[in-house]
């Protein structure tokens, strides 16, 4: 599937859902790339999985923010391929950077950055220790097994819409409860 016919059932997903994540934040090795960077050189030409690129114009097309969190020992390489890609631009921040914190340091980055809360984004990574710390920050994360594709996207996307749906009931509780006679937030007002 070429990289237009990609984008434009990712878009058409997309349309099936009425709230989209405002940020979209992807790994890069072994989520948008078949390989580790490190194991590479700047000289080589990169490729992506096949999906992913046309994943990330469709994000772009509909105006969805994506970011980058990778633990990359090598952010050279990394870096290099992305521009070679053409896909640099795209990113709103670029957390590439070696660390033994499962991504937590990088999401924290990211959303000081970007001012989008955990609970707004959406994380696309291939290791489940990532995916288990950062879920924890609040973070829909999904865990990828070759790369992202149009079905892990229309995963995360449905997993997303769920979130929000609970996020959305805990506020709505949480507001007639602070209404009700007896309860501390209504008893100081």
Not at 60 to 81: E, H, L, M, Q, Y
Request: glycine fraction near 6%.
């Amino acid at each position: 599937m070429g990289d237009e016919k990609v984008k434009n059932e990712a878009v058409e997903i997309m349309g099936m859902f009425q709230v989209l994540p405002r940020l979209v934040v992807f790994d890069l090795d072994y989520t948008l790339w078949p390989f580790y960077c490190e194991c590479r050189s700047k000289n080589e030409k990169p490729s992506m999985y096949p999906q992913a690129k046309g994943i990330l114009h469709a994000l772009n097309d509909k105006g969805v923010n994506v970011a980058i969190a990778s633990r990359s020992p090598t952010p050279d390489i990394a870096n290099a391929f992305l521009q070679k890609l053409g896909i640099k631009s795209m990113f709103v921040a670029q957390e590439i950077f070696s660390s033994w914190t499962h991504k937590t340091d990088h999401f924290q980055k990211i959303n000081r950055k970007t001012t989008v809360p955990y609970n707004e984004m959406l994380f696309f990574d291939d290791e489940n220790r990532n995916i288990q710390a950062v879920s924890k920050m609040g973070v829909t994360s999904i865990l990828v097994g070759k790369g992202v594709n149009i079905g892990a996207f229309r995963q995360g996307l449905s997993e997303f819409v769920q979130n929000s749906a609970s996020v959305e009931k805990n506020k709505e509780r949480w507001r007639k409860f602070s209404k009700e006679p007896g309860s501390s937030k209504s008893d100081t007002q």
